[in-house]
């Protein structure tokens, strides 16, 4: 397979899995917050913006934060490389050029995810964004579970599977590390840690998962162990970076860098400890695993995707001769 | 009369550049009464497999692709050439359709402006021949020439309104005109040999035109120097404008700045 393709798949799966993220969070906010007092919610959306990595650029166009402005430029904003629309954008434009490789009903499906969010009305979903929400997370949903189902399991299939295990792992650090340390922060009878606590487990789809194992009492440390080091919870970080590895190793058999970087990295989530449960203790932890999946990227792209280090895309023309006789 | 030809082309860039696609047109014409003895291709990187086929308008085209990453793409393109004392059409008629596109507006060649003014002060005194010179004189007369006073994307009509331009710029105009009177024409890309040029003589490519009339076929002239092709002309290929028949086109990837470098050597051997 050429470079070129394996990255635009594993850029395509990437992109989905971030769009998907990036709406659940917003999702959760906006319900976690109809419970909070008033004067919290500035400092929530500021949360969200800081969760996803983008504070400095958002400074630079808005000045005030507010469920519209955090919206807007999470959702739409032309100058966010991250904003759902352009993800949707960027995973629609790879697919397209390996349209080849991946099946029929995964380019109808990131079609039509395409489709709803450039033709969505912006207006009527800043009034109401639930239902957009969902059909969203749904489309994104229909597009993994078809790369699944109708895809043959072959290397194509590995790097897209890469591509969203990885994205996925640094989601629920992220948000593990913006939601947690809040949480603890907070008095043991206070109201608002439960909220939080929940909030937590529903920004990564987990609180159903979590209550079928251990009740209704929503520990912290609990909740830190099951996000981070469930080895069966889709969404829990050491579950992702098992099956990262898994695609690795299926993709070739050297133990190349992805291979060493993710499989260390497995290990100490597999016999490690996420330790006291107190959030600075927490922050340290979840500082280095991003930084570690971070390196995992990096290696997968230097492994694979040697053409990354060339500026990808644009043709440029030669510069032509002039015909002039002396 | 033999004449040989050396054509370097090197472009440097300053950073590396990858997926480097190239066409080149430098090879001599093998007909109307020119021979092309030898043709060798040099290239920088070396051990570039050069493909070879001939385009629309009968040109040889050489043709390769750099694919991994580098910094200095060189061509060094060297003939022994032929030429025949004056242009000798043995080329089969130029079908209808031929003829139709070259009489159409192209590229470099659009009809309106400075052209169809210029086209309307000729004055067509019969046969088409005879008016074909005569555009030939006026563009000769409308023009100075001046090295450096346009550049390689500049159009006939620009040419025209500004008064100068070097032979690319010449034979431009002059195709413009003629195809407004009816004359099918084309640009002839290639090379002039002034045995009396000393410094930088002999050293660049040279583009005129021809002009096909009926009864008498293909006739070749020189808009910069008003005349017809003699001996000292070597023709490599034609087309509708310098667009069809450039020495070198190509693509690449990469974000380096690029320079261009050109060195023509024109000499008997």
Same mark, same amino acid.
């Given at each position: 397979m050429?470079?070129?393709?394996?990255?635009?798949?594993?850029?395509?799966?990437?992109?989905v899995?971030?769009?998907?993220d990036?709406?659940?969070?917003?999702?959760?906010?906006?319900?976690?917050?109809?419970?909070?007092?008033?004067?919290?919610?500035?400092?929530?959306?500021?949360?969200?913006?800081?969760?996803?990595?983008?504070?400095?650029?958002?400074?630079?166009?808005?000045?005030?934060?507010?469920?519209?402005?955090?919206?807007?430029?999470?959702?739409?904003?032309?100058?966010?490389?991250?904003?759902?629309?352009?993800?949707?954008?960027?995973?629609?434009?790879?697919?397209?050029?390996?349209?080849?490789?991946?099946?029929g009903?995964?380019?109808?499906?990131?079609?039509?995810?395409?489709l709803?969010?450039?033709?969505?009305?912006r207006?009527?979903?800043?009034?109401?964004?639930?239902?957009?929400?969902?059909?969203?997370?749904?489309?994104?949903?229909?597009?993994?579970?078809?790369?699944?189902?109708?895809?043959?399991?072959?290397?194509?299939?590995?790097?897209?599977?890469?591509?969203?295990?990885?994205?996925?792992?640094?989601?629920?650090?992220?948000?593990?590390?913006?939601?947690?340390?809040?949480?603890?922060?907070?008095?043991?009878?206070?109201?608002?840690?439960?909220?939080?606590?929940?909030?937590?487990?529903?920004?990564?789809?987990?609180?159903?998962a979590?209550?079928?194992?251990?009740?209704?009492?929503?520990?912290?440390?609990?909740?830190?162990?099951?996000?981070?080091?469930?080895?069966?919870?889709?969404?829990?970080?050491?579950?992702?970076?098992?099956?990262?590895?898994?695609?690795?190793?299926?993709?070739?058999?050297?133990?190349?860098?992805?291979?060493?970087?993710?499989?260390?990295?497995?290990?100490?989530?597999?016999?490690?400890?996420?330790?006291?449960?107190?959030?600075?203790?927490?922050?340290?932890?979840?500082?280095?695993?991003?930084?570690?999946?971070?390196?995992?990227?990096?290696?997968?792209?230097?492994?694979?995707?040697?053409?990354?280090?060339?500026?990808?895309?644009?043709?440029?023309?030669?510069?032509?001769q002039?015909?002039?006789?002396? | 009369?033999?004449?040989?030809?050396?054509?370097?082309?090197?472009?440097?860039?300053?950073?590396?550049?990858?997926?480097?696609?190239?066409?080149?047109?430098?090879?001599?014409?093998?007909?109307?009464?020119?021979?092309?003895?030898?043709?060798?291709?040099?290239?920088?990187?070396?051990?570039?497999?050069?493909?070879?086929?001939?385009?629309?308008?009968?040109?040889?085209?050489?043709?390769?692709?750099?694919?991994?990453?580098?910094?200095?793409?060189?061509?060094?393109?060297?003939?022994?050439?032929?030429?025949?004392?004056?242009?000798?059409d !043995?080329?089969?008629?130029? *079908? +209808?359709l031929?003829?139709? @596109?070259?009489?159409?507006?192209? &590229? #470099? /060649?659009?009809? %309106?402006?400075?052209?169809?003014?210029?086209?309307?002060?000729?004055?067509?005194?019969?046969?088409?021949?005879?008016?074909?010179?005569?555009?030939?004189?006026a563009?000769?007369?409308?023009?100075?020439?001046?090295?450096?006073?346009?550049h390689?994307?500049?159009?006939?009509?620009?040419?025209?309104?500004?008064?100068?331009?070097?032979?690319?710029?010449?034979?431009?105009?002059?195709?413009?005109?003629?195809?407004?009177?009816?004359?099918?024409?084309?640009?002839?890309?290639?090379?002039?040999?002034?045995?009396?040029?000393?410094?930088?003589?002999?050293?660049?490519?040279?583009?005129?035109?021809?002009?096909?009339?009926? !009864?008498?076929?293909?006739? *070749? +002239?020189?808009?910069?120097? @008003?005349?017809?092709?003699?001996? &000292? #002309? /070597?023709?490599? %290929?034609?087309?509708?404008?310098?667009?069809?028949?450039?020495?070198?086109?190509?693509?690449?990837?990469?974000?380096?700045?690029?320079?261009?470098?050109?060195?023509?050597?024109?000499?008997?051997?």
């Amino acid at each position: 397979m050429l470079s070129r393709v394996a990255e635009s798949l594993y850029w395509t799966a990437r992109y989905v899995e971030r769009a998907e993220d990036i709406t659940r969070l917003l999702d959760v906010n906006f319900h976690t917050l109809l419970d909070a007092p008033v004067e919290d919610r500035g400092q929530a959306w500021l949360q969200i913006v800081q969760l996803l990595g983008d504070e400095e650029l958002y400074t630079e166009h808005f000045d005030e934060v507010t469920a519209v402005s955090v919206s807007d430029w999470v959702l739409w904003h032309d100058k966010n490389p991250n904003a759902v629309v352009n993800c949707v954008t960027l995973a629609r434009e790879n697919a397209r050029s390996v349209r080849e490789q991946i099946s029929g009903e995964m380019w109808e499906a990131i079609n039509n995810l395409f489709l709803l969010v450039r033709g969505a009305n912006r207006r009527a979903v800043s009034r109401g964004p639930s239902a957009f929400f969902e059909e969203l997370r749904n489309g994104a949903h229909l597009f993994q579970g078809t790369a699944d189902a109708t895809m043959t399991h072959g290397d194509p299939y590995e790097f897209i599977r890469l591509g969203l295990q990885l994205e996925r792992a640094a989601k629920t650090v992220r948000i593990v590390a913006s939601r947690y340390p809040v949480a603890v922060a907070l008095d043991d009878d206070d109201p608002a840690r439960v909220r939080q606590l929940i909030a937590l487990l529903e920004s990564c789809s987990a609180f159903e998962a979590f209550v079928k194992r251990h009740g209704t009492l929503f520990e912290p440390i609990a909740i830190a162990e099951e996000l981070i080091r469930s080895p069966d919870f889709p969404r829990a970080v050491r579950s992702c970076l098992s099956s990262s590895l898994d695609a690795v190793s299926r993709i070739s058999s050297d133990q190349g860098a992805p291979h060493r970087i993710l499989g260390r990295l497995v290990a100490d989530l597999e016999y490690g400890e996420v330790g006291d449960g107190s959030g600075r203790a927490m922050t340290q932890t979840l500082h280095e695993l991003l930084v570690g999946i971070h390196a995992a990227g990096e290696a997968v792209t230097k492994a694979y995707f040697s053409s990354r280090a060339i500026p990808a895309g644009a043709l440029a023309m030669q510069e032509a001769q002039q015909q002039q006789c002396g | 009369m033999w004449l040989t030809v050396e054509h370097v082309t090197r472009f440097s860039y300053d950073g590396s550049i990858n997926e480097a696609y190239t066409e080149l047109r430098l090879k001599p014409a093998h007909r109307d009464g020119q021979r092309c003895s030898s043709f060798v291709i040099a290239t920088e990187p070396r051990g570039v497999s050069v493909a070879e086929y001939l385009d629309r308008f009968g040109n040889a085209v050489h043709h390769f692709d750099i694919l991994e990453s580098h910094q200095t793409l060189g061509v060094t393109a060297r003939s022994e050439v032929w030429t025949p004392d004056q242009f000798e059409d !043995d080329e089969a008629s130029p *079908s +209808l359709l031929d003829r139709w @596109d070259l009489l159409r507006p192209s &590229r #470099y /060649v659009p009809l %309106g402006g400075a052209i169809a003014d210029l086209a309307a002060e000729v004055e067509a005194p019969g046969p088409l021949l005879g008016t074909a010179q005569a555009v030939m004189a006026a563009v000769r007369d409308r023009m100075t020439y001046e090295t450096g006073s346009t550049h390689v994307r500049t159009v006939a009509d620009e040419a025209l309104s500004a008064g100068h331009g070097v032979c690319q710029d010449f034979a431009h105009v002059m195709i413009g005109v003629c195809r407004l009177h009816g004359i099918p024409s084309r640009y002839v890309s290639g090379y002039l040999f002034d045995p009396g040029a000393t410094g930088d003589g002999n050293s660049a490519s040279h583009a005129w035109v021809d002009v096909w009339v009926p !009864d008498r076929g293909w006739v *070749s +002239l020189d808009p910069t120097h @008003d005349r017809e092709q003699t001996a &000292r #002309y /070597v023709r490599v %290929g034609v087309g509708r404008d310098y667009a069809d028949v450039p020495p070198t086109r190509g693509v690449y990837k990469g974000k380096g700045r690029e320079e261009l470098e050109v060195a023509v050597r024109i000499r008997e051997p």
